[in-house]
């Protein structure tokens, strides 16, 4: 979880610098590491609303998903 902490936040400070817009803070409590079909995912969470969802890859890099699996 502390990867998928770490890139949201890089992301977050490369939008800001981009747009000025501020990004919600996720909760460590309601973020949480799921499988889904097979795949493992980091899904980042503040309070019920969901920031942001990372597939870990094969490879172990976490990859930011655009479109979550339907599941979530």
């Known amino acids: 979880m502390a990867r998928a902490l770490r890139a949201y936040w890089t992301a977050a400070r490369k939008d800001e610098k981009k747009t000025g817009a501020s990004w919600a803070i996720p909760s460590t409590a309601r973020s949480h590491m799921d499988e889904i079909n097979g795949k493992r995912y980091a899904i980042l969470r503040t309070g019920d609303e969901v920031l942001a969802v990372y597939r870990l890859r094969n490879d172990g890099v ?3 998903l655009k479109r979550w699996p ?3």
């Open 70 to 72: 339907r599941e979530l």
């Open 62 to 64: 976490f990859k930011a």
